[in-house]
């Protein structure tokens, strides 16, 4: 059973983002400590991290030094990363507003069927049918969908509701309490940020198959940490697609972040090697790793993952302290068979939901949480740096609901 009366809450951006934030004076003592000391040990390959400028190593490792990358972002730069207003300086919109947004499609496709619904004279059986035609048609699938009904059902029952529009609201509660009932699995997000980070950098690896986004939401996070303060480093893991290299090379310039990387068709462990050493000299807070597109049917692709996973518990064995699969929203229940495979290889722990803004589905993070029970943390709400918002049950599920205008 999975109903519960939640109270209105907003994202928590301090336990999304704001990871390790200090002190000016601090941090550059900080940093003096580490460059007066660090030696770095060489990669599997023989690579050094200390290459910079975009000049290749012996080993091919190149860093691309992003403009000021050792200075934090201030708010005259960019502002925080989300806030639950308009900034009005720079019309950054709330998580709020972008996650309505985003589902502008989803609620004038299957979601849009919903509002008939409710607007008949009383709760009959073909009420039932179609809430469980509109739900399976948007992608909840059928499991989750009989377990969300049963649940709206019970409390029917129980309560001796008689309007429909009584159902409507029972109905939202139990979608919001299925999405929250979903516990944490990593060690950065949830918990309201309280979570003891004894470890840095956060380490954050980033997985999915080809075609879903997942170099652009990399991009998205490292913004996001940039503009609160965090020192970003990206790894160019994904050493199969030359171009894979030079798009996070360009999204590095972009959003201010130095990026490690090889040549193509290289040891991708090395560069997730050479990546981790790199951090560690530059005091850098968080590191996200991008990974090859990999097929979640090839087990040959999925034992590379594996590698990457192991080289990164060698240099610090709490990590990595995410591990954030991308999904595309537009992939129905093929993205939970990816989902699956993933946490099987390498312990999906965290959610990013890219497309939706694309999409006239919006019930596949219902069945994700169902089915998976792996907590969605961001989702997509278009192509630029800024298109993003962590995701909320709560304001989720009112876009959903909310009538158009």
Known sequence: MIHATHPPRRCRRSALFKLFRRKKDQEDGAVAAVEDAALEPASPDG????????????????????????????????????????IARDS????????????????????RRMFGVFERSSIDDELWDELEEILILADTGAETTERILDDV??????EGMKQPEEVREALKEALVALLDTVEDKGQLWG?????????????????????????????????????DGERVVLAAGDTFRAAAIEQLKLWGERVGAPVIAHQQGQDASAVVFDAMAAARKRNADVVLIDTAGRLHSKSNLMEELKKIDRVVQRSDPTAPHEVLLVIEAGTGQNGLAQAKT?????????????????TAKGGIVFAIAGQLGIP??????????????????????DALFAEQD
Request: avoid cysteine.
């Open 153 to 158: 059902r019970r409390r029917v029952r129980k």
């Open 191 to 227: 918990a309201d940020g309280e979570t003891d980070r004894s470890f840095r950098p956060a380490v954050i690896l980033v997985v999915g198959v080809n075609g879903v986004g997942k170099t652009t939401s990399i991009a998205k996070l490292a913004r996001a940490f940039r503009r």
């Open 92 to 111: 950054v919109a709330s998580a709020e507003e972008r996650t309505e947004q985003a589902l502008t499609r989803t609620k004038r496709g299957f979601f």
């Open 376 to 397: 969605v943390r961001f989702i997509g709400t278009g192509e630029k740096a800024d298109d993003m918002a962590p995701f909320d049950a709560v304001n989720f599920v």
């Open 47 to 86: 690579a050094s991290a200390e290459a910079t400028g975009g000049q290749a190593a012996p080993g091919g490792v190149v860093l691309l030094e992003a403009a000021a990358d050792d200075a934090l972002a201030t708010d005259e730069e960019d502002g925080p990363a989300f806030d639950e207003a308009v």
């Open 342 to 358: 993933f946490a099987e290889a390498v312990g999906v722990t965290a959610i990013f939901l890219t497309k939706l803004d694309g």
